[in-house]
């Protein structure tokens, strides 16, 4: 082999050595690695992080017996010897790297096995190679789900750090919270050793800590309104009293309404106004009972669920008046399109006819008269629009009533439901 070729190769190999040099630095700094090697771990985390370990120990292993050869190599190139050619061919050609075997269990070993191994250099790298990507693939696993998991787990720990600070200003109990105590121990524990059994899939799966955080959200907020129920018990039950006397105006103008609506338009069923106040005003009095007890917390739980009672009845009590105007809104309409049939007759020369000017009496007794049946009254004026559009011979699409629900094969309601 040629001084030019056995050059070429030493250089070759200085250059991968190089490279394995600074990746391994690299790995012996990284923060994965040193937090595995830190970590007391458990479960399946610490089962692969022991493969993993082993792939390391293997990997430096032989880059030690790696690095002794490349060392000989360059000092035969630079002293020479009795047949420098010769000698670095096969260092770096020839198997000239011993490494030790494992030769297992004292019971499995022979008298007369070998205690090493001879590769060459190429076999070296390819070797640490694989237990490079191998050990690499376990430390970016654990990395990624700490990234995932760690900041969350920092949250969560916040999040009971204040969840301990609000119980103790309501004077509660050291064990009031203890079950989910425990929660965060075990989840804790999990992040921290076991990391990888929350990986499934390539996914990192957050689901018992986005559940524990749900919980903690709710104490902490139900603990909240329990220190503002001690500090403004009063204003804020005068807040619940004067949103309660607005929702029990607004279903006082909704049964005024649905008086007037029943004396003239015939739709009572679905009219009914329901009076949640007498409910409402009782759950005052179960809160000033829990004050009584300084029950800061179930009054602090009473609160929440009185407010969203009283937002519902007040949306309820709006869209009960909303659904009962738009009921004179329609008959307001109806009458309207009648009116506006009745002139294009009138402008077509039709008004007199016989068969319109009966239609036309009939929808306006219909519509005029008290209570008015507003699907009966729809029925009479889509007749008489029909009636109009045959004489007149127009069928414009844009000239006929909507259809709507109830209406029967042939004929509309105008949207009436």
């Not at 990997?59 to 010769?86: C, I, K, M, S, Y």
Request: glycine share 8%; aromatic share 4%.
């Amino acid at each position: 082999m040629s001084w030019e070729v056995l050059d070429h190769a030493i250089n070759h190999v200085r250059g991968e050595a190089d490279r394995i040099k600074l990746r391994l630095a690299d790995l012996d700094q990284h923060v994965g690695h040193r937090l595995l090697r830190d970590a007391d771990l458990e479960g399946g985390t610490r089962e692969r992080w022991e493969h993993a370990a082993a792939h390391l120990h293997s990997l430096w292993t032989v880059h030690g017996a790696f690095a002794l050869v490349l060392d000989r190599a360059n000092l035969v190139r630079e002293l020479g010897g009795e047949d420098p050619q010769r000698e670095l061919a096969f260092l770096l050609r020839g198997q000239s790297v011993t490494l030790p075997l494992d030769r297992g269990p004292l019971l499995e070993r022979g008298l007369l096995d070998p205690d090493s191994e001879r590769v060459t250099i190429a076999e070296a790298i390819a070797r640490m190679s694989a237990d490079y990507d191998k050990a690499t693939e376990v430390i970016s696993a654990v990395e990624t789900a700490w990234d995932v998991l760690h900041p969350r787990l920092a949250e969560l720990e916040t999040m009971w750090q204040e969840v301990c600070t609000l119980s103790d200003q309501v004077e509660l109990g050291e064990d009031e919270h203890e079950g989910l105590r425990r929660q965060l121990v075990r989840v804790g524990e999990t992040v921290r050793r076991d990391p990888l059994v929350l990986v499934v899939e390539a996914r990192v799966d957050t689901s018992s800590l986005d559940h524990l955080r749900g919980l903690l959200a709710r104490t902490r907020g139900e603990l909240r309104d329990a220190l503002r129920m001690r500090d403004s018990y009063s204003e804020s039950v005068a807040r619940l009293v004067s949103a309660i006397d607005d929702v029990e105006q607004a279903l006082r103008r909704a049964r005024a309404l649905r008086e007037r609506v029943v004396a003239k338009i015939s739709e009572p069923g679905a009219m009914d106004v329901p009076d949640p106040v007498p409910g409402l005003r009782a759950a005052l009095l179960e809160m000033d009972l829990l004050r009584s007890r300084s029950d800061w917390r179930g009054l602090g739980a009473r609160l929440g669920r009185v407010q969203h009672d009283v937002h519902q009845a007040s949306d309820a009590a709006q869209e009960c008046e909303r659904n009962l105007s738009e009921l004179f809104a329609r008959r307001a309409e109806l009458r309207g399109r009648l009116d506006a049939y009745r002139a294009r007759a009138v402008r077509l020369g039709l008004a007199e006819h016989e068969r319109l000017s009966g239609l036309h009496g009939r929808a306006h007794w219909k519509l005029w008269k008290a209570p008015c049946d507003l699907r009966a009254a729809t029925r009479a004026l889509s007749a008489y629009q029909r009636s109009l559009l045959e004489l007149s011979g127009s069928d414009s699409p844009d000239d006929r009533t909507r259809p709507g629900y109830g209406a029967s094969d042939g004929e509309t309601d105008g949207g009436v439901t």
